[in-house]
């Protein structure tokens, strides 16, 4: 508490801590943990536990609360990749710089909405796993920084079945494009899911948080293609995979039509990463229990699934076709020499072939293919003697 | 005095059940030819196997129970494996009750009727995984037999486009091929 307190200044009229109720001491510890600022087992305790709503919050809670999502987001934000020293593009132009150097402040500024105060005051006095009082808000009325708030709230409950359970079906986070694009998989308990609209991530406040959450997602995306391997269960790995390729194709597409493949540079890193070295597709399914379900086809079908971050490279790699016959004298050039410089260092040529390899391994006439392709690249070979002849 | 009495009930019934499995695949051809040139050869070349050309384009071929349906110009092969049968089931049950104390015969014997039909259901259950297996077995036996010929449509397919787009460049001098190594060589005079 002491680490982040408010300053004086900000509390003129106050000599020492200020004086709140049980219930919103309880509030301010859960927006305290929702934050990264409070210890998980302590503020599950208090959500799984129930306390009388009072008729309204005093105005200390509330101080308390708009200075706690004030410091505690802009940290959070900051600390995953804010303060790093980075190229973004801008209107098309590449802009170097921390966040706060490259985007005005009036297009990185956080307004919440009443949404995230009733959500608070809700937690709090209800038990989030077995509620009594229903909670919702309407995802269209969210602002950037709700959204954000809400993800924040996903990301710090996820570990709890339970809670991660009843909240996932409300549309605060069922819709949330940020909860869509960090944990696609958490978000589904069926194979009936609409994967939300992407379009606004790529402009102003949304724009700047997801800047902000690219090593994090990249680490968090990292995280869990590696957990892949240990899922048991054929139906959890096909539905956990459906909707990651849903959302990173979704996402992926959108970006495509914002030109921001900037923010999109997890993706490409993730895969950078995983395709370091070739892989077999028992990286992702070699956790798989029992010989699965009767149907080749829904073997195939899961297996398929489990490898829906290297099956994004195909879009990549058309990027960056485009981006080869971008001319200096073409709109995106300087975004599109961004983007190959990027795809370069990474050695994604590299990882697309390695990505390529992987999923073929999958396909049931894939050792067909491949060796048709080993084959024909002899040809090709053979082919280029004559063309070269004729240059 | 109580009276016990054992009924027995039977039941039958022949179903007719139907089980299938189908996987769909990417042919790698590469574009050597315009995409509607490459699609001529692979239709060409599937026609020579025995693929007869449908009303929408398509060419399917079906070696009993199994069908293998190639689209030319996207490249996409489905192989789909059918399996039909009709089975009979017969499941028996026999009950005891007593005249004086629990249900009548009439109630007793519609409960046995109730769980011999569940008996039955799971029995066709069985028999439905059973022809699903079987179904599963000839499509995994097929694909493995299918997969050199795929391997050589391409092969084919490639080297024909190969020469094709050679003659386009100039005057073929000499063509040359290795069976055992899989090149190709081509001399064009331009």
Redo the contacts between chains.
Sequence with gaps: MTRIAAPPARFPDSDGPRQVSKFEFNLLRILRFFVGHFPAEQAVRLLRESLPRPECLSLSAVELVQDTLAKGCILFLVRQGGWRNDRYLRNGHPIAGRVWDRIPLNERTLVFSRAVLEFLIWATAEKVHETKTPWDTTANQLTAADELFFWLVLNSIRFDPDLLASLRKKEAFRLNPFCWVCFPGDLVGNDNFEAPNFTPLFEGVRAAILECLQCYLTERWLQSERKKGQVGEWKKLRQQGHAEFVALRTFLEAAGRAKRPDLARFVLRTNATLLSTDLTPAFWTSGLQGSGP????DR?ETQRAALAVPRQMEVLEAWQNHARTVGYFDDDYQATQMWKAEWEALHGDLIVSRARAVI?ML???????L???S??R???A??D???G??G | MSRAYRITVKESDTRRLKAD???C????I?E?LPPEDMATLLREELKKRGFEEQPDGNLIRKDGELTVKVDPCSGE?S?KAETEETVSQEVRRDATGFNDVGPSERSLRQRVKDQLKADLDKKFEQEQ?RL??KA?EA??KH?QE??????EV??QV??DA?KQ??QQ??TVKEISEDAE????????E?
């Design positions: 009767l149907r080749l086809a195939l073929q396909e049931p006439l894939g050792g067909a293919t060796r048709a392709q084959a024909d002899g040809e090709t053979h082919d003697h004559p063309e002849s004729t | 499995d189908e996987i695949t990417q042919l790698e590469l050597i092969v192989v995984n699903q297996g599963t499509l995994e694909l299918l997969q050199p010929e795929i391997s391409v092969n490639t080297r190969l787009k050679a460049m100039g190594s899989g090149s190709l060589t081509i001399k064009v331009v």
